[in-house]
């Protein structure tokens, strides 16, 4: 789908950005979005009020495309993508990790993938896709969508990717608990797919950063405290929430 074909009044796509502490990356994935993307787009930072300085180098990096949310007493991934899907005006939605670890050149297929379908993951565990992070992180990862795929009953083989590109009515209609790492990816897309909207997995390589220091990979026991949080949630995304909705 051509960008191009598209003439409509304040931008066509949001891309939301989580960050805290990306100050070596937040500018070369602004650059890369734009590049990508052209200029029918907004990119709304969140950021968790990083100590080096990413949302100034943020809000310096395109000030007529990037808006900057600086969160001073709240942080949290799922909150900061739920903080910037609010503050989003596209057409459609997306967002991912400011690492450069989810690829921005894929960003134009998944978007053109909207016109068929009202959710487009990036997907690790799909034909064309690998994750290629420390063995700890791929078995931890493969583990919980494993279980999610088994305890929900609904195929997506990569639950808990957080690189997601969507239409607004799927956002406007989906509500997830913001709580947490990761876990609130397992919500959106479960009940997305119980609503019936189509979702897509396309396949891409998730790498570890090559800058800036992970926030997780280099604790045994907080990777093994994450796997416990998403189990958690997707037993209760399935038998707490589920019933008590009946």
Request: overall charge positive; hydrophobic content about 40%.
């Amino acid at each position: 789908m051509s960008m191009k074909r598209f003439n409509m009044k304040g931008p066509l796509i949001s891309i939301v950005l989580p960050t805290y502490n990306e100050s070596t990356n937040v500018g070369e994935m602004i650059h890369q979005i734009l590049h990508y993307l052209g200029n029918n787009i907004e990119i709304i930072v969140v950021d968790d009020n990083s100590a080096d300085g990413t949302w100034k180098i943020a809000k310096e990096t395109a000030p007529n495309k990037v808006k900057v949310i600086r969160r001073l007493h709240k942080r949290g991934v799922g909150s900061a993508i739920f903080t910037g899907i609010k503050k989003a005006s596209g057409r459609y939605i997306v967002w991912m990790d400011c690492d450069l670890s989810m690829p921005p050149h894929l960003l134009p297929r998944m978007i053109g993938l909207l016109s068929h379908y009202d959710v487009v993951v990036g997907s690790r565990y799909v034909m064309g896709g690998k994750d290629a992070r420390s063995v700890i992180r791929v078995v931890t990862s493969r583990t919980i969508n494993l279980l999610a795929n088994l305890i929900l009953n609904f195929k997506v083989l990569d639950y808990d990717s957080g690189f997601i590109a969507t239409k607004r009515e799927v956002v406007d209609n989906v509500s997830f608990n913001p709580k947490g790492h990761g876990e609130y990816c397992i919500e959106f897309l479960y009940k997305a797919g119980k609503k019936s909207f189509k979702i897509k997995e396309i396949g891409y390589v998730f790498t570890e950063r090559k800058k800036g220091e992970s926030k997780t990979a280099r604790y045994f026991f907080s990777i093994l405290l994450y796997g416990a949080h998403y189990i958690w949630r997707i037993l209760k995304i399935r038998f707490i929430n589920e019933h008590g909705k009946k």
